[in-house]
């Protein structure tokens, strides 16, 4: 079949049945990229999905492919997040609400977050994914600083910087220990606030073991994701 004819085969709708199957299997690949990071083969996915490999391949090609549609999903996530903290009343506390859903999606999620910092699809991409983000996410910078509360020297590039950064420490920590991520979030707000008069509760410190593993899994992640 030519490269017309394969265009049109993916753009004709679905039958029900491969529509459910193509379902099942993102479905399938969000929970064990979560669990397993994009290391996950597609033999995995099927296995989860309950559905042959064969019938894997035809809906996606490759893992890329597969990324790919989840990578997408997770955009329009992403985008909608940003877009509901804008309805929130007080400009600071829908950022931090903002801050503190994107980062939940990222540290519970090993295969969004490696899709985030390290996936070759999200490199060639991110212009694209920040077109759809960005707008709403501008928009919950600009106000938070125009009501005062954002320290007005910080920059969205300052704000993406410490996400990523603190999104890192998500990787290798237990179910018992996810407060770790929160713990330097807040610590962040506090050095991005205008003003304040107190400092924000911290959640509980982890034990030193569980800051040093997600340390440790952070490395490896980064050396694993460097291309060749």
Known sequence: MDAMGDASELERPLRADAARNRAKILEAAARVFAER?????????????DVGV???????????????????????????????????????????????????????????????????????????AKHRVGPAFSALVLRAQDDGYLRSDVT???????????????????????????????????GLVATRTHTRDLPAHAPDVAVLSALHHSRAHRSHTKPD
């Open 156 to 190: 969205e590039t300052d704000i993406l910087v410490l996400e990523m950064m603190i999104s890192s420490l998500g990787a290798g920590v237990t179910t018992d220990e996810t407060a770790l991520w929160r713990r330097y979030l807040a610590l962040a707000l506090d």
């Open 54 to 128: 064969a019938t894997v391949y035809r809906r996606f090609p490759d893992k890329d492919a597969l990324v790919a549609a989840l990578f997408e999903d997770a955009i329009d996530d992403i985008a909608a997040l940003a877009r509901r903290a804008l309805e929130r009343e007080n400009s600071w506390d829908g950022f931090v609400w903002f801050l503190e859903e994107a980062l939940e999606r990222q540290c519970d999620n090993r295969g969004l977050r490696d899709a985030f910092v390290g996936s070759p699809y999200a490199q060639e991409k991110i212009s694209a």
């Open 37 to 49: 990071g994009l290391d996950a083969t597609l033999d995995d996915i099927a296995e989860a999905a």
